[in-house]
T-cell receptor, first 113, second 117 residues
């Protein structure tokens, strides 16, 4: 099983709303990632969790708040977003320490009105 | 900083052609290189992973090669089909940091492939 599951697939929210994106993997991977992708651009790294601890924060605005409740779950809490935050948010995991292969979920398409 | 370039940016070919997608990177101190496929509005699907010590990997009609010293990788697609139409992304992972920390991943901008019947 090489699946990373993301919910919801689509999310529309207003600038004052609070919502969350969820990601789950059951491959025993110990590193999990959030990426943001705008149309026709490559994914941009936002956060990395390694062994459930935040190891990389790419200077992401505080309106994005990551959380890793356990080794299988990764959340991204959203609050007071801007229309320019509309994008595809991708979760990924890796854990084969000898290969470093990255597996992505299908993404959550976020629209901020 | 590692820079990854993919050429061409877009490619349109008739069905049945063999084709080559190119990826180049500026820093040869890499841990691995991964090729992905992305369909519009979807996530990335891992196609092939080449470790820094390897020269090539094959999966079905796909073959990826790596020349670390020259900073290049190619993805060869044999007998292309309309279902191969997608964006192909190359990503390079830096060598490990201290301990077991995996290095950062750097993406190219992708090659948008269209295979027409």
């Amino acid at each position: 099983d090489t699946e990373v599951t993301q919910t919801p697939k689509h999310l529309v929210m207003g600038m004052t709303n609070k919502k969350s994106l969820k990601c789950e993997q059951h491959m025993g991977h110990r590193a999990m990632y959030w990426y943001k992708q705008k149309a026709k651009k490559p994914p941009e790294l936002m956060f990395v969790y390694s062994y459930e601890k935040l190891s990389i924060n790419e200077s992401v605005p505080s309106r994005f708040s990551p959380e890793c409740p356990n080794s299988s779950l990764l959340n991204l809490h959203l609050h007071a977003l801007q229309p320019e935050d509309s994008a595809l948010y991708l979760c990924a995991s890796s854990g084969r320490e000898n290969t470093g292969e990255l597996f992505f979920g299908e993404g959550s398409r976020l629209t901020v009105l | 900083k590692q820079e990854v370039t993919q050429i061409p940016a877009a490619l349109s070919v008739p069905e049945g052609e063999n084709l080559v997608l190119n990826c180049s990177f500026t820093d040869s101190a890499i841990y691995n290189l991964q090729w992905f496929r992305q369909d519009p509005g979807k996530g990335l699907t891992s196609l092939l992973l080449i470790q820094s010590s390897q020269r090539e990997q094959t999966s079905g009609r796909l073959n990826a090669s790596l020349d670390k010293s020259s900073g290049r990788s190619t993805l060869y697609i044999a007998a292309s089909q309309p279902g191969d139409s997608a964006t192909y992304l190359c990503a390079v992972r830096k060598s490990r940091g201290r301990g077991s920390t995996l290095g950062r991943l750097y993406f190219g901008r992708g090659t948008q492939l269209t295979v027409w019947p």
